[in-house]
T-cell receptor, first 114, second 114 residues
Framework: DAKTTQPPSMDCAEGRAANLPCNHSTISGNEYVYWYRQIHSQGPQYIIHGLKNNETNEMASLIITEDRKSSTLILPHATLRDTAVYYCRRLRNAGGTSYGKLTFGQGTILTVHP | GAVVSQHPSRVICKSGTSVKIECRSLDFQATTMFWYRQFPKKSLMLMATSNEGSKATYEQGVEKDKFLINHASLTLSTLTVTSAHPEDSSFYIC??????????FGPGTRLLVL
């Protein structure tokens, strides 16, 4: 299992930015960082991924440190619907795209409160 | 992101019967599909990986004769739980990807065996 470490839980006020950290200190040069989330009783939802540059899409931003040993997922304006379990995973890159089997640890339970 | 569907969303069956769950990739060709199982308050557990036209590869501890997987086309995979028992009651989630691109998940199927 490709190791990542996340805090078990975090709280965030609605409308504020949620910053979710992930440690992947042993990441290899050919591994991407992927973020998914799972809202209660639903299948996981892809959020974003990156290799070494910061990435942004309509859902979130991903900040990867220069040494690639850690990253932060940022939800810029959290809403109640962002309450979910967030998973940070490493996947081996092959030919410029992701590769490998996605497995899940415990993730971070993010609770957004009014 | 890409869309993956599952059918049915929930099913109740009697002990000893077989149940088939369908997984479809709606807007892309899924060269690889995955099946996961999730028990209450636990993380997702990968059961098996299947490539289109090939036999599935099962994770350690997953009985291949009990969980039959068919991936006969680039848009459809099925999981059949044979001779289901109450301990097979769980949330079953499929996932799909095209070659080595991002993996997308279905909404899940909740199985209850009485």
């Amino acid at each position: 299992d490709a190791k990542t470490t996340q805090p078990p839980s975090m709280d965030c006020a609605e409308g504020r930015a949620a910053n979710l950290p992930c440690n992947h200190s042993t990441i290899s040069g050919n591994e991407y960082v992927y973020w998914y989330r799972q809202i209660h009783s639903q299948g996981p939802q892809y959020i974003i991924h990156g290799l070494k540059n910061n990435e942004t899409n309509e859902m979130a931003s991903l900040i990867i440190t220069e040494d690639r040993k850690s990253s932060t997922l940022i939800l810029p304006h959290a809403t109640l619907r962002d309450t979910a379990v967030y998973y940070c995973r490493r996947l081996r890159n092959a030919g410029g795209t992701s590769y490998g089997k996605l497995t899940f640890g415990q993730g971070t339970i993010l609770t957004v409160h009014p | 992101g890409a869309v993956v569907s599952q059918h049915p969303s929930r099913v109740i069956c009697k002990s000893g019967t077989s149940v088939k769950i369908e997984c479809r990739s709606l807007d892309f060709q899924a060269t690889t599909m995955f099946w996961y199982r999730q028990f209450p308050k636990k993380s997702l557990m990968l059961m098996a990986t299947s490539n289109e036209g090939s036999k599935a590869t099962y994770e350690q501890g997953v009985e291949k004769d009990k969980f039959l997987i068919n991936h006969a086309s680039l848009t459809l995979s099925t999981l059949t739980v044979t001779s289901a028992h109450p301990e097979d009651s769980s949330f079953y989630i499929c996932s799909a990807r095209r070659y080595q691109e991002t993996q997308y998940f279905g909404p899940g199927t909740r199985l209850l065996v009485l």
